[in-house]
C-alpha cells in the first residue's frame, strides 16, 4: 500500500515538475517568438500597403507587382531545406537569430528599389534571407513542448498571423504619410520602419533561446529531467517514421505539401491585394488601413476558438476541409456583388478558413513523421507550400489584368480553396481511424 501510495505521489511531483517548466519556456520562448513571427508576416505583407504609392513611383503594371510580391516565394522555397539543414547543424538559436537579422536588413532595403528589376532581387533576397524560420520555429518548439502542449503553443505562435495584418493595415496607412520626410517617399519609411525590428528581435533571440531543454540554465535540474521524461514517453510510445528517406517515399508528405500550396495561394493572394482592392471602391489610405484590419480582427478571435476547440475535440481533417470549403464557398459567392460590404464578407470568411486551418494543419505531419523524418518532411511541406505565396499574388495580378476586374482574381482562388478541400478530404484514405 505505501509502494502505491509512493509511486502516485512520485507521478503527481513529475506531473507538476513538467508543467513548471513548460511554463517558464512557454513564458520565455513564445512572446519573443509570436512578435517575431508578427514582423515576419507584416515584412512579407506590407508591400500591398507600399503598392498604393510604389507601383507609381516604380512604374509597375498589376503584372509586375504580383511577380515582385510573389519572387519572394520562389527564394524562400528554393533555400528552404538547405537552410533547415544548417539550423540542425547549427542550432536552432544561432540560426533562426541570423535568418532574423538578415531578413530586417533585407525588408528595410526594399526602400532602396527604383524599378522594376531592382523591386524583383530585393524581394528574392528576403524570401533567401527568411528561408526556413517558419519551419525552423516548429521543429524548436517540438523540441520543447511535449505533445499535449503542443497545440495550444502552435495557436498562441501562429496567432501573430491575423495580428500582423489587424496591426500591420492601420500601422503601414500612417507610415505611407511620412511621405516627405527627410526627402523619403512614405512607402520608403513603411519599409525601413518595419523591416529593422526583426534584427533587434534577432539579438534577442540569440541571447534568450536555448536550442534543448538539457542547455537551459534557468530550469532547475528536476524540471529538465521531467521535461526530459515526457519526451522519452513520447518516443517508446510513438510509430512514426523516422528516416528521412522513408519519409520522402510517403505520398501522405506530398498530399500535405499540395494542401499547403493551396491554402497559402488563398490567404496571400487575398492578403497582397486586398489594399488594392479597398481603393477600388473608393478608399483613402487610411481608411484602406483601417477597414483592411477587420477581417483579420474576426480571424484572430476565430483561430483561438478553432485550435481549442479542435485540441479538446480532434476531427483535425474535418476541420480542416470545413474551413477551407467555407472560404471557397464565400468567395466564389462574394464575386456575384459589386458592392463593399458582400465582398468584405467574402473575404473574411475566407480568412479565417485559410489561417486558421494552417494552425490545424501544422499537426497532422508530427501524427506520421518523427526525429528526422519530422524535420525533413517538415521542410519539403513546407517549401512546396510556400510556393503558394508566389502563385496567389500573381494568379489575381494576372486575371486583373486580363479581365480589368479582381472579380475574376478572387474567383480564381475560390477555385482553388475548393480543390484544396477535394485534397484534404483525401486524407481520410490514409488515416482512416481519424474520426
Keep these: ?31 519573443l517568438l509570436a512578435l517575431a513571427y508578427f514582423f515576419n508576416y507584416l515584412d512579407r505583407t506590407s508591400v500591398g500597403f507600399a503598392a498604393l504609392t510604389m507601383n507609381r513611383d516604380l512604374g509597375l503594371s498589376a503584372t509586375q507587382f504580383g511577380w515582385g ?53 530585393i524581394r528574392l533576397l528576403l524570401g533567401i534571407g ?61 519599409f525601413i520602419v ?30 529538465r529531467f521531467a521535461l526530459q521524461t515526457a519526451f522519452d514517453r513520447e518516443g517508446s510510445s510513438a510509430q ?33 491585394w486586398l489594399p488594392q482592392m479597398l481603393k477600388a471602391h473608393g478608399m483613402s489610405v487610411t481608411q484602406t488601413g483601417w477597414i483592411s484590419a477587420v477581417p483579420y480582427f474576426f480571424a484572430t478571435i476565430a483561430l483561438l476558438w478553432w485550435a481549442k476547440r479542435v485540441d479538446s475535440r480532434g476531427g483535425h481533417i474535418a476541420n480542416l476541409a470545413a474551413g477551407l470549403f467555407i472560404g471557397a464557398l464565400a468567395l466564389a459567392v462574394s464575386t456575384y456583388f459589386h458592392q463593399l460590404l458582400p465582398a468584405m464578407v467574402g473575404v473574411t470568411l475566407a480568412l479565417i478558413g485559410t489561417i486558421a486551418g494552417r494552425t490545424i494543419f501544422y499537426t497532422l505531419p508530427a501524427r506520421f513523421l518523427s526525429g528526422e523524418a519530422a524535420a525533413g518532411g517538415l521542410a519539403v511541406i513546407n517549401s512546396i507550400g510556400a510556393l503558394g505565396g508566389f502563385a496567389g499574388p500573381y494568379l489575381v495580378g494576372y486575371l486583373k489584368d486580363s479581365f480589368g476586374t479582381f472579380t475574376a482574381g478572387m474567383f480564381g482562388l475560390a477555385v482553388v480553396l475548393g480543390i484544396t478541400t477535394l485534397l484534404t478530404l483525401s486524407l481520410y484514405f490514409f488515416n482512416r481511424g481519424e474520426r
Design 69 to 121: 510580391a510573389g519572387i519572394m516565394f520562389a527564394g524562400y522555397c528554393l533555400c528552404e531545406v538547405p537552410s533547415n539543414l544548417a539550423l540542425y547543424r547549427f542550432g536552432a538559436r544561432r540560426w533562426l537569430a541570423r535568418i532574423m537579422i538578415t531578413w530586417g536588413l533585407m525588408a528595410a532595403a526594399t526602400a532602396l528599389a527604383v524599378g522594376p528589376t531592382s523591386f524583383y532581387a
Design 194 to 223: 518595419e523591416g529593422l525590428p526583426a534584427c533587434l528581435l534577432g539579438y534577442l533571440v540569440l541571447k534568450l533561446l536555448a536550442d534543448k531543454p538539457a542547455d537551459a540554465q534557468w530550469l532547475s535540474t528536476d524540471e
Design 1 to 31: 500500500m505505501t509502494s502505491l501510495s509512493s509511486s502516485g505521489m512520485t507521478v503527481e511531483i513529475s506531473a507538476t515538475l513538467e508543467q513548471q517548466a513548460v511554463r517558464k519556456a512557454a513564458w520565455r520562448f513564445i512572446p
Design 240 to 272: 512514426k517514421k523516422k528516416d528521412f528517406r522513408a519519409a520522402l517515399k510517403d505520398a501522405r508528405v506530398y498530399v500535405l505539401a499540395m494542401i499547403s500550396f493551396g491554402f497559402t495561394m488563398g490567404s496571400y493572394g487575398i492578403g497582397i
Design 130 to 190: 527568411e528561408a526556413g524560420f517558419f519551419p525552423g520555429v516548429i521543429f524548436f518548439l517540438a523540441v520543447w513542448f511535449p505533445p499535449s502542449y503542443r497545440t495550444r503553443v502552435l495557436a498562441w505562435f501562429t496567432v501573430s498571423t491575423p495580428l500582423s495584418s489587424l496591426v500591420g493595415g492601420p500601422l503601414s496607412s500612417w507610415l505611407l504619410h511620412m511621405d516627405g520626410v527627410l526627402g523619403l517617399a512614405g512607402w520608403k519609411w513603411m
